[in-house]
């Protein structure tokens, strides 16, 4: 038995490689969303992460005649490094793509060693990654919060908000 081939239905090469180029664009345009979102994502881990250590820093003041664990450095000390052991927290927030990114520093008055509460005011931040230019969030002892786009590193626990 014959076939006709003028009745056979198929793609032509060019129809397959219109919906291949087609396919690929709309794959490559959902991966820089989700990519959006995952930024978006981390960010929002890391502003709760520093209202924990906000909140962990106002109970140890409260202990402590209303002052703060002394950590004066121009950069700022990583605050799961030393903040933590500071405050007596069992698990330490960290960045959860940059070690070490969070940071502290403290105003300390006094020859007291690091960590003894004798601060006044403090300063709390970290880069922020799903912005367009460099900008931290930032929290400050006098109950300031929110992002900063210059100030930072702080200076003597400042706020720079």
């Given at each position: 038995?014959?076939?006709?081939?003028?009745?056979?239905?198929?793609?032509?090469?060019?129809?397959?490689?219109v919906v291949i180029s087609v396919l690929g664009i709309l794959i490559a345009l959902s991966?820089?969303?989700?990519?959006?979102?995952?930024?978006?994502?981390?960010?929002?881990?890391?502003?709760?992460?520093?209202?924990?250590?906000?909140?962990?820093?106002?109970?140890?003041?409260?202990?402590?005649?209303?002052?703060?664990?002394?950590?004066?450095?121009?950069?700022?000390?990583?605050?799961?490094?030393?903040?933590?052991?500071?405050?007596?927290?069992?698990?330490?927030?960290?960045?959860?793509?940059?070690?070490?990114?969070?940071?502290?520093?403290?105003?300390?008055?006094?020859?007291?060693?690091?960590?003894?509460?004798?601060?006044?005011?403090?300063?709390?931040?970290?880069?922020?990654?799903?912005?367009?230019?460099?900008?931290?969030?930032?929290?400050?002892?006098?109950?300031k919060v929110g992002t900063a786009i210059s100030g930072i590193?702080?200076?003597?626990?400042?706020?720079?908000?």
């Amino acid at each position: 038995m014959l076939i006709n081939r003028k009745h056979i239905k198929a793609f032509t090469l060019i129809e397959l490689l219109v919906v291949i180029s087609v396919l690929g664009i709309l794959i490559a345009l959902s991966t820089f969303g989700a990519q959006k979102a995952f930024e978006n994502s981390r960010d929002t881990r890391r502003k709760s992460d520093l209202k924990e250590y906000q909140s962990a820093l106002e109970n140890y003041a409260n202990r402590n005649n209303g002052l703060f664990p002394k950590r004066i450095n121009a950069a700022g000390v990583s605050a799961a490094a030393t903040l933590c052991t500071d405050l007596g927290m069992t698990s330490c927030p960290d960045d959860p793509t940059t070690a070490g990114a969070y940071k502290y520093q403290s105003d300390g008055t006094g020859a007291a060693g690091a960590g003894t509460a004798i601060s006044t005011i403090y300063v709390l931040w970290v880069p922020l990654e799903n912005v367009s230019i460099v900008t931290w969030w930032v929290v400050c002892s006098n109950g300031k919060v929110g992002t900063a786009i210059s100030g930072i590193p702080p200076s003597s626990g400042n706020c720079p908000l």
